[in-house]
């Protein structure tokens, strides 16, 4: 009996024992995680920051691979207006630790929620605030020192552009939920990456595949960078400029100036920082002339050996007269229309195909219509309301219907190609995904011929200042008045250059443009047209870009380039050789 109650006892003081255990470990295993987790928020506060939380979003690269967007993890605080014990003390030391952050309007928005909770009656939420989004690891630990109650911290994670400025105006940004807001970015969230998101089918960024595009950011720093040149060199107020591949459409390099920093997307808002190639709309001057030959030669109308009659220097329509820049003062052929940039050989051109025709065409060659592109920032080409043939003879010179630099780009890149319109891309893509979208908008033979132009006009003519050794260039000027108040302004240019290369079988369209650029005295005299400074920059650019995309140099001049025009005798081999 006696040992019958020892043997109960002992089972007694076990029990005690290991109930004093499990008390301990729990206590134990509380102490340890609000030594490692010290500011948990309650459930309706972590609910409302899950429900602020950023998403997630996929790298996007380069055509090389090279990162242009990334995420990286950091820490936001908050705090729980129900569990502050002081506000005036918790705002005081917050703004003392985060200067950035505005008191009176934190304080604003915690009495607000106070307040809201208060009417709510609801004792168990303590309600939720955003103090600041993306704080570093040492600002974590001094907002952590000052022991607020009713402070959390949740991790999160933020969007980074490590190349800077560069390629801004395609990338765009995004905000501080990692919402795109501009190009790229914005067109990544249309695709359904903001559903995946809200949905919780994304729990971290290495589930998402990177986008990859056409872009090559060794390009790309070097257009900026020779573009920056040109602004400062010339006094201009803006400058932009592209590089793209005409067998597939893909944008290579696109640059505006002045940009912006992604990594701080506010300067974006000044207007002066659009996308110039995209969004601004603008008469293209001369290189219009292209468009206005490879109408008049595809039509069957005109041949390269037509003619036509400058003499005189004007040409009177009605109460209007059209002079030339830089006239002949004779007869003159069609190449020599394009290396002389006659006003009144474009405009004669344009009226032989009629106004229906004039319109069909640059419809087909995509100038009257908004273009798309994977960048949602696009802008509508200014069209005559009234088109009559007056608007066809400035147009066939490029006065009087504004586009966007990209869609003239489209249609030069179609002329050059072979007569194959693309819309471009900013993805990368092969030459056959792309050949299976193109229209074809031009006969072989047309494209021949304009390309044997285009390099006579390298040669011989208003190109030159592009015409880099061994690459066999060739492009066109484009020089514009600006209209100001409804009329056209002298003294305020606006200036475009448009070169290909190699012109035997082009593969790259360098595009610059200028936006008021001043002549420079030691250069061009009195100058300010495009062949002294976007020529001049687009000539720079070719020599620095082409090595790095493999263009390879012609140290020899190719055999029988432009074989239907030594059939048609409009040329000796010297014209375009150059030699």
């Not at 009996?1 to 006892?9: E, K, N, V, W």
């Not at 985060?98 to 009656?121: F, N």
């Not at 969230?189 to 995946?196: A, N, P, Q």
């Not at 201009?236 to 990594?263: C, H, Q, R, W, Y």
């Amino acid at each position: 009996m006696f040992r019958l109650a020892i043997d109960r006892s002992r089972a007694r003081v076990g029990l005690v024992g290991l109930a004093f255990a499990a008390v301990f470990a729990t206590l134990s295993g509380r102490l340890v995680t609000m030594a490692l987790f010290p500011d948990e928020p309650s459930t309706s506060a972590q609910r409302a920051a899950n429900g602020g939380a950023t998403s997630f979003r996929p790298d996007i690269l380069d055509r090389n691979g090279e990162v242009m967007a990334t995420d990286i993890r950091t820490v936001s605080v908050f705090l729980e207006p129900g569990n502050l014990t002081d506000v005036d003390e918790a705002v005081e030391l917050l703004t003392a630790v985060l200067p950035d952050v505005d008191g009176s309007e934190l304080r604003k928005r915690i009495d607000a929620k106070r307040e809201s909770l208060r009417k709510r009656g609801n004792k168990r939420d303590s309600g939720f605030v955003w103090v600041r989004r993306d704080i570093t690891p040492k600002q974590q630990a001094e907002v952590h020192r000052l022991g607020i109650p009713g402070i959390g911290f949740l991790q999160d994670h933020k969007r980074v552009y490590p190349n800077g400025t560069a390629a801004a105006h395609i990338i765009g940004a995004t905000n501080l939920d990692n919402a795109g807001i501009a190009g790229i970015e914005k067109y990544i969230d249309k695709t359904g990456l903001k559903d995946l998101n809200s949905f919780g089918f994304i729990e971290k960024a290495t589930d998402l595949a990177p986008v990859q595009l056409s872009i090559d950011l060794r390009a790309q720093h070097a257009l900026r960078d020779e573009l920056a040149w040109g602004l400062s060199h010339y006094s201009a107020k803006a400058a932009a400029g592209m590089i793209l591949d005409v067998t597939t459409g893909e944008v290579i390099a696109l640059a505006s100036l002045p940009d912006f920093d992604p990594n701080n997307p506010a300067d974006a808002l000044n207007p002066d920082r659009i996308n110039r190639m995209n969004v601004g709309v603008y008469e293209m001057g001369s290189t219009f002339k292209a468009m206005t030959l490879a109408m008049a030669l595809d039509s069957g109308k005109f041949t390269v050996n037509s003619t036509f009659d400058t003499r005189g220097g004007v040409l009177n329509w009605g109460r209007q007269k059209i002079h030339e820049y830089h006239g002949t003062n004779r007869v003159i052929t069609m190449p020599e229309v394009f290396t002389h940039s006659s006003n009144i050989g474009s405009a004669k051109m344009a009226l032989g195909i009629g106004v229906p025709g004039h319109k069909a065409f640059l419809r087909k060659m995509g100038l009257l219509d908004r273009m798309r592109t994977e960048l949602p920032e696009s802008a509508e080409p200014i069209v005559p309301p009234r088109w009559t043939e007056i608007n066809t003879i400035t147009i066939a010179f490029g006065h009087g219907l504004a586009v966007a630099p990209i869609q003239a780009a489209a249609a030069v890149a179609a002329i050059s190609n072979g007569g194959f319109l693309m819309t471009p891309t900013f993805l990368k893509r092969t030459e056959e995904e792309a050949k299976a979208k193109a229209t074809p908008v031009l006969a072989p033979q047309t494209s021949e011929a304009m390309r044997f132009i285009m390099r006579l006009n390298a040669v011989e003519g208003s190109a030159k200042k592009a015409s880099i050794p061994y690459y066999y260039v060739g492009g066109k000027t484009g020089t514009a008045e600006k209209v100001i108040n409804g009329r056209y302004v002298k003294n305020r240019l606006f200036t475009t250059f448009m070169a290909a290369a190699p012109m035997n079988k082009p593969k790259y369209l360098f595009v610059t443009i200028m936006d008021e650029p001043q002549a420079v005295a030691a250069e061009s005299g009195s100058y300010a047209t495009a062949a002294w400074n976007s020529g001049v920059v687009t000539g720079r650019t070719i020599a620095r870009v082409a090595p790095i995309l493999g263009l390879p140099p012609q140290f020899e001049p190719p055999q029988n380039p432009f074989p239907l025009m030594v059939k048609l005798g409009a040329y000796h081999a010297t014209q375009v050789d150059g030699r």
